[in-house]
């Protein structure tokens, strides 16, 4: 690595001469010690918390669990004011900004699901995929019921309830199958 | 455990085994301390220099693949940790070489009375210079190395190694 020098080619070996094994005045492996684990510790914490399988659920439960409230809160006030044509005006567009809101979070779980499917194929047994598979078939299929309802009564704030809460079990399935690397359900 | 041999204790600390590092901590902390001390030109800062290198070479320990020697290894990431703060603070500004021979005699120098005499010269260089002579003439480092680890230019490193070769000559 050393290039050529022809003058004072001496210095390095003078450099050579001093001494270049000094300890500290104190012992400082403890402090490393204590910081390195220290680290280590809101590492993992990190990592834990910007992993999207954690945070993408939890975040997207926060949220179902938000417009549930809503929804039943809306619910009640449908039969308080049934007869309110303004009202349910209202509630038409709200329930329609809702329903996207709701489609959207669906879609954000359904590509997590997929995409958890697809990494884990190797390690999950083919009845397993087959099982969580046919579930969200099922799940496509209540949820083309409901919106069909949904349609034919937009106002009616008993079917989007029925829609998140469908929803709600491809989010759980999407926990089972993060929890659930290599057995079946 | 005291049986085992470098590369076992490097598998063994990259695998998380705190116990092994510690190991291996005490075989280079001379070393280390002692470059950290020479190129801070101070006692305490060398210190928490040689604990950063430390902290940093375990989280840095999976990019160790074991083309060049530990020893080397390390060395090579404490200059990097030493040089770096030092540019951080702002300490590593360029002196000239008669400016640093008078700061030198509040430093490391004049604490160690009973040092060689190199020791003292070399604490009486400018922070650079001195950077320049220890990766190039005790660490084997090319002048493009220790411009890319320090931001200085190639040609600066050669003419501040020049002039601190010549000041060591004359003492």
């Known amino acids: 690595m050393k290039e050529n020098h022809n003058d004072n080619t001496d210095v390095s070996q003078q450099l050579a001469e001093l001494e270049w094994d000094t300890q500290p005045r104190r012992d400082l492996w403890p402090d490393i010690a204590s910081k390195i684990r220290f680290a280590d510790r809101r590492l993992k914490i990190k990592q834990r918390w910007t992993s999207k399988s954690v945070w993408v659920p939890t975040a997207i439960a926060a949220s179902l669990v938000l417009v549930i409230g809503t929804v039943m809160f809306n619910s009640v006030l449908y039969q308080q004011n049934l007869a309110n044509q303004k009202y349910q005006a209202a509630m038409a567009l709200y329930q329609e900004a809702q329903l996207q809101l709701i489609e959207q979070q669906h879609q954000t779980v359904r590509l997590q699901l997929a995409g958890l499917l697809n990494r884990q194929n190797a390690n999950l047994s083919p009845d397993f995929v087959a099982e969580v598979e046919k579930l969200m078939q099922n799940i496509d299929s209540a949820a083309s019921e409901i919106k069909k309802a949904i349609s034919s009564q937009p106002n009616n704030p008993n079917y989007t309830s029925l829609l998140v809460r469908t929803y709600q079990q491809e989010l759980k399935l999407l926990n089972r199958v993060e929890t659930t690397p290599d057995t079946t359900i | ?171």
């Not at chain 2, 040089?83 to 700061?103: A, C, D, P, T």
């Open chain 2, 1 to 171: 455990m005291s049986g085992n041999n470098e590369a076992e204790l490097i598998e063994l600390a990259k695998s998380g085994d705190l116990k092994a590092y510690e190991q291996l901590y005490r075989k280079h902390v001379g070393k280390i301390h002692a470059l950290c001390l020479r190129l801070t030109g101070q006692t305490e800062l060398a210190e928490d220099m040689t604990q950063e290198s430390f902290i940093r070479a375990w989280q840095k320990l999976g990019s160790f693949r074991g083309d060049s020697a530990f020893s080397s290894w390390l060395y090579r990431l404490s200059s990097n940790v030493a040089i770096g703060y030092l540019r951080q603070q702002n300490k590593w500004r360029m002196v000239s070489f008669e400016e640093s021979h008078h700061q030198a005699t509040i430093g490391f120098a004049s604490i160690h009375e009973e040092a060689p005499d190199l020791e003292k010269t070399l604490m009486k260089l400018p922070d650079q210079a001195r950077t320049v002579v220890i990766l190039h003439e005790h660490l084997g480092y090319k002048h493009a190395e220790i411009a890319q680890l320090t931001g200085i230019a190639v040609g600066t490193s050669k003419s501040l190694l020049s002039r601190a070769k010549a000041l060591i000559q004359n003492n």
